[in-house]
Nanobody, 123 residues
Framework: QVQLVESGGGLVQVGGSLRLSCAAS????????RGWFRQAPGKEREPVAS????????FYADSVKGRFTISRDSAKNTVYLQMNSLRPDDTAIYYC????????????????WGQGTQVTVSA
């Protein structure tokens, strides 16, 4: 029913920028939060940023504060992740999540997931 599709990943050099997009095909029935997670090889999936769809409150992992910005476009039912000053340790598969129950919750707090988009930052 609800599908999330990420786009915008790719290969960039250290210090570069990317903007990820996550479009939802239908309205998410519950949960105010949309979020971005990432999973690097050999590591667990971790929250990167989240946004309250209604209030526009945003939350970020310490590792990305000041570099990443999450936003949304209600008309397009899309969330974005603007990533600047990219570092090699930002390399991961980035996943869009929807239906979050809490402000900056773990994987289990979200009901819907995209398939992921690869972000690679070369040193």
């Amino acid at each position: 029913q609800v599908q999330l599709v990420e786009s915008g990943g790719g290969l960039v050099q250290v210090g570069g920028s990317l903007r990820l997009s996550c479009a939802a095909s239908g309205r998410i029935p519950s949960g105010y939060f949309r979020g971005w997670f990432r999973q690097a090889p050999g590591k667990e999936r971790e929250p990167v940023a989240s946004i309250n769809w209604n209030t526009l409150d945003t939350f970020y992992a310490d590792s990305v504060k000041g570099r990443f910005t999450i936003s949304r476009d209600s008309a397009k039912n899309t969330v974005y992740l603007q990533m600047n000053s990219l570092r090699p340790d930002d390399t991961a598969i980035y996943y869009c999540a929807g239906g979050g129950r809490v402000a900056f919750g773990p994987v289990r707090s979200y009901a819907y997931w995209g398939q992921g988009t690869q972000v690679t930052v070369s040193a």
